[in-house]
C-alpha cells in the first residue's frame, strides 16, 4: 500500500514537472504567457485588496496612532521585501536559465540544487543578521522611520515584530520567486492567496479577539508567511525535478554569486529608490496641503489594477525568457518579447481609455471634495502615461534580468529614482504643483530612453550568448578549464 501511495506521488510530480516545463519550452506563446502572467497578476489584485482590509482591521480600534505606525512601518517591509528579491529573483533566473540550458546539456541541472539552496539559505541568513540588527536599534529605527511623540510607542511594537519575523518574509519572497522559475505560476498564486486568506484569519483572532493591536497585525503578516514558506517548501520538495532546498547544496562559489548577485542587487536598489521616491513626493506635495496629498493617493488606488495586470505580464514572463535564453532558442525568446510587447500595449491603451473616460465617477467613490477632484484629474492623467511608459520599461528590465546582463538591469533599477529626485525638485520649483505631478511621467519616459538604448547596446550580446550558450555554460567551460 505505502509502495503504491509513493508511486502514485512519484507520478503526480512527474506529470506537474512536465506541464511547467511544456508552458516554457514548448506552449504556444499565447497559452505560455497566460499560465504564467495571469496568475502573477491575480496573486498581486488579491494582495492590493488585502492591503486594505488589513487597514480596516486596525482602523476598527478607532485609535489614529495604530494607523500611524503601520503607514511608517510599511517602507522597511518594503525593504524586506527587496533583501527576498536579491536572492529569489537573481536565483530564480538563473534557475530558468540552467532548466533551459539542461535540455542541451543535462549535466546543468545539478547545479540547480546549489542555486535554489543558496538563494533560500541565503536570504534566510541574510535576514536573520538584518533583523537582528534592527531590533538591536530599534529605537534610532523607529525615529528614522519619522513616528513621532504619539504614534513612537505603536510604531516600536509594530517594527519590533515584523524584525523578529524577517528571515521569514525574506524566505517567503524568494521561495515565491523559485516556484515561480520552473514555471509553476499557478501553484505560487495558490501559495500567495493561502497566505492573505490566512493573514485575514490571524487578523481576526489577534486584533479583533485578543486586542493586540499593531503587534497583532505584525504577526499575523510574519505568520501567514510562515504558512506559504511551509506550502512552498513542501512543494517544492515533493513536485520539484531538480530543486533541492537541502543546506548540504549551499555554496558561495562564483558561478552561483555573480548572477544571482548580478540581478538580484537591481531588486533591491530598485525598492531603495522607489521609497527615497515616495518620500521626497510626499514631502513637497505637502506644501501644498491636504488636497493635493489626497488626490495623489486616490490617483494611485484607481491605477492600480491596470498598472497590476501589466506588471503581471511583465513580471510573470521573466522566466519564460530566462529558459528560452538558457536553451539557446532565439525564435522563442523574441516571440515571448513580442508577444508581451502587445499584451503591455493592449492592456495600457485599453485601461487608460476607460479610466480616463469614468476619471470622474471613479474619484467621486473615494471623496467629494472639489478640490480633491479637481486636482486629481491632472494626477490620474500623469499616472495614466507614466503607467504607458513604465509597462515597456518593466518588460526591458525583465529581458535583461533573464538573460543575465547585470549591468542593464542594475541600471534600469537605478535610473528611475537618480533621475526621479532632480527632476521633482526642478518640477516644484519651476511649475509647482504641476511640475510634481508631471515629474515621475518625465522620469519614466527618460528611463525607457535610457533602456531602448541599452537594449540596442546589449543586442548582440544577446544574439551571440544564444548562439554560444548561456553565460553560465561559458562559465562551467571556464571552471572546467
Not at 148 to 169: E, H, I, K, N
Not at 298 to 324: K, N
Amino acid at each position: 500500500m505505502n509502495t503504491k501511495k509513493s508511486t502514485t506521488g512519484n507520478d503526480q510530480a512527474a506529470t506537474t514537472v512536465r506541464t511547467n516545463r511544456w508552458y516554457l519550452s514548448a506552449a504556444p506563446i499565447l497559452r505560455a504567457l497566460v499560465h504564467l502572467c495571469v496568475p502573477m497578476a491575480a496573486a498581486m489584485i488579491v494582495g492590493a485588496v488585502y492591503n486594505v482590509i488589513n487597514a480596516g482591521f486596525v482602523g476598527a480600534q478607532h485609535d489614529t496612532a495604530l494607523l500611524a505606525a503601520i503607514t511608517f512601518g510599511t517602507p522597511l517591509l518594503g525593504l524586506v521585501m527587496a533583501v527576498g528579491g536579491v536572492f529569489g529573483v537573481g536565483g530564480g533566473a538563473l534557475i530558468s536559465r540552467l532548466l533551459g540550458a539542461a535540455e542541451q546539456e543535462p549535466d546543468k541541472a545539478g547545479d540547480i540544487k546549489h542555486v535554489a539552496s543558496f538563494a533560500v539559505w541565503g536570504s534566510v541568513i541574510t535576514g536573520a543578521v538584518l533583523g537582528g540588527i534592527g531590533l538591536l536599534l530599534l529605537d534610532p529605527l523607529v525615529s528614522l522611520l519619522g513616528a513621532d511623540d504619539a504614534s513612537r510607542a505603536a510604531t516600536g511594537q509594530y517594527v519590533a515584530v515584523m524584525l523578529a519575523f524577517v528571515p521569514v518574509l525574506a524566505a517567503a519572497f524568494c521561495l515565491e520567486q523559485l516556484v515561480r522559475a520552473e514555471g509553476a505560476a499557478r501553484q505560487a498564486m495558490i501559495g500567495l492567496i493561502a497566505s492573505v486568506i490566512a493573514n485575514l484569519l490571524f487578523d481576526v483572532l489577534f486584533i479583533l479577539v485578543l486586542g493586540w493591536g499593531v503587534a497583532g497585525a505584525a504577526a499575523a503578516v510574519g505568520l501567514s508567511n510562515l504558512v506559504v514558506v511551509v506550502y512552498f517548501v513542501v512543494w517544492l520538495q515533493r513536485r520539484s525535478e531538480h530543486v533541492d532546498l537541502a543546506p548540504r547544496w549551499f555554496t558561495v562559489r562564483a558561478s552561483v554569486l555573480q548572477p544571482v548577485f548580478g540581478v538580484g542587487v537591481g531588486e533591491l536598489l530598485q525598492s531603495s529608490f522607489l521609497i527615497v521616491t515616495s518620500l521626497v513626493l510626499n514631502n513637497l506635495a505637502a506644501a501644498y496641503g491636504d488636497s493635493a496629498l489626497a488626490a495623489m493617493g486616490v490617483a494611485v488606488r484607481i491605477a492600480q489594477v491596470p498598472e497590476f495586470l501589466v506588471m503581471g505580464v511583465t513580471l510573470g514572463v521573466l522566466p519564460l525568457l530566462a529558459y528560452s535564453y538558457g536553451k539557446g532558442d532565439r525564435s522563442r525568446l523574441m516571440a515571448a518579447v513580442r508577444a508581451s510587447a502587445l499584451t503591455v500595449g493592449a492592456i495600457v491603451l485599453l485601461s487608460s481609455v476607460l479610466v480616463f473616460v469614468f476619471r470622474e465617477p471613479l474619484f467621486s467613490t473615494f471623496s467629494a471634495d472639489s478640490s480633491v477632484l479637481a486636482i486629481g484629474m491632472t494626477v490620474l492623467a500623469a499616472q495614466l502615461v507614466a503607467m504607458i511608459v513604465n509597462g515597456f520599461t518593466g518588460l526591458l528590465t525583465s529581458l535583461f534580468q533573464a538573460t543575465g546582463r547585470a549591468v542593464p538591469a542594475i541600471v534600469m533599477s537605478m535610473a528611475q529614482g537618480v533621475l526621479f529626485v532632480p527632476i521633482v525638485i526642478l518640477g516644484s520649483a519651476w511649475f509647482g504643483l504641476a511640475g510634481i505631478i508631471w515629474s515621475l511621467t518625465a522620469s519614466e519616459i527618460l528611463v525607457l530612453v535610457i533602456g531602448l538604448g541599452l537594449w540596442l547596446a546589449c543586442r548582440r550580446g544577446i544574439d551571440r550568448g544564444l548562439a554560444e550558450g548561456s553565460p553560465e555554460r561559458a562559465e562551467a567551460v571556464l571552471e572546467a578549464a
